[in-house]
């Protein structure tokens, strides 16, 4: 699955911020997912400043790409809005990495059995028609 990392970015110190994406991309990556990180574009930010803006509508159109999205933790408006857009689109939105990997498996990239995780239950929001909150 293509999965958006969604949380907080300026509200706080952004290198941990950034830091905290970084390692849910991780653990995404590590399930066998494809995480996208918006968080990422500090560096190219930082090359060629944008106005927030322009970074909402470039993560926009990625998010548009994603199977799924994953909310961290942390007041975000922008993770917020991006919540909404995925609800929007019907694109499954998990509050945790921990929910998404009871969902989707944690199976390390080329592990065999011995590479499975597991992991506490977390909460799932369901968009789209029948939506409603799994998990606990």
Known sequence: MLVYIAGPYAQG????????????????????????VPHLNVLWHMVYPHPPSDWYFWDSIWLMRCDALIRLEGESPGADMEVQQACRERTLVYYGVEAFLLEHGARRRGLGDE???????????????????VGS
Do not use: K, M, Y
């Open 115 to 133: 590479g499975v995780l597991s992991f506490l239950p977390g909460q799932i929001i369901l968009c789209g028609p029948g939506a409603g909150v």
């Open 13 to 36: 110190d952004v290198a941990v911020n950034v830091r905290n994406a970084i390692d849910a991309a991780e653990q995404v990556w590590q399930a066998g997912h494809t995480p996208f």
